[in-house]
């Protein structure tokens, strides 16, 4: 079974400061994703990283998928409460939606 | 266009009963795939569906069976039901299931209590 990691688990900061979350595996996937879920929401996709070593950009998040794709992580620039949730990754083992999530990452922005 | 519904979003069921959940999957979404998040497990992979067929599962036990129908409409099912089930099932849908390309759009879910 393969499993992702993610660090840290919970993460309280200030409204106007970066942060970065990671997620780490000893396996390989085909492609990495990156969800948001809100409370008593589903999770909403983000961005799909897919080349090892690629960088996406999404206003003040970027995105990096390790050279070896087994790794990425998730940078938030000048953070604002709007960001709050749980931020998860989850891993495509490249057949059919059959999504290996990481254990979460649960942001809090605070003014 | 109307985003992937779940029904009911909340129930409460006794121990041992059995419970079925519904999801409708976002109009020509084929693929339909079903999870379970609980947080002490996180989100974790129950089965999947595409054109009425299961085409994977997750490592649950045979009390968990799902079955999708021709509108791509699909159910799941719990039988037997035990406390650690209570959980938040969650409902992805997608076009095909497979591809660089393939978005997956989950439900709000549905919130199963046993008691």
């Known amino acids: 079974t393969q499993l992702l990691e993610q660090s840290p688990q919970f993460l309280s900061i200030q409204e106007g400061e970066n942060l970065t979350v990671y997620c780490n595996s000893s396996s390989v996937f085909s492609s990495l994703q990156w969800y948001r879920q809100e409370p008593g929401e589903g999770p909403v996709l983000l961005v799909t990283v897919v080349t090892g070593g690629e960088v996406k950009k999404l206003k003040r998040l970027t995105f990096q998928f390790g050279d070896a794709r087994k790794d990425s992580s998730l940078h938030i620039t000048a953070a604002q409460t709007g960001d709050t949730g749980l931020y998860l990754c989850a891993g495509d083992e490249g057949g059919g939606n059959k999504l290996t999530f990481g254990t979460g990452t649960q942001l809090k922005v605070e003014l | 266009k109307a985003g992937v519904t779940q029904t009911p979003r909340y129930l409460i069921k006794t121990r041992g009963q059995q419970v079925t959940l519904s999801c409708s999957p976002i109009s020509g979404h084929r693929s339909v795939s079903w999870y379970q998040q609980t947080p002490g497990q996180g989100l974790q992979f129950l089965f999947e569906?595409?054109?009425?067929?299961?085409?994977n599962k997750g490592n649950f036990p045979g009390r968990f069976s799902g079955r999708q129908f021709s509108n791509s409409r699909s159910e799941m099912n719990v039988s037997t039901l035990e406390l650690g089930d209570s959980a938040l099932y969650l409902c992805?849908?997608?076009?095909?299931?497979?591809?660089?390309?393939?978005?997956?759009?989950f439900g709000e879910g549905s919130w199963l209590t046993v008691v």
């Open positions: 569906y595409f054109s009425e067929t299961q085409r």
């Open positions: 992805a849908s997608s076009f095909t299931g497979q591809g660089l390309g393939n978005t997956i759009y």
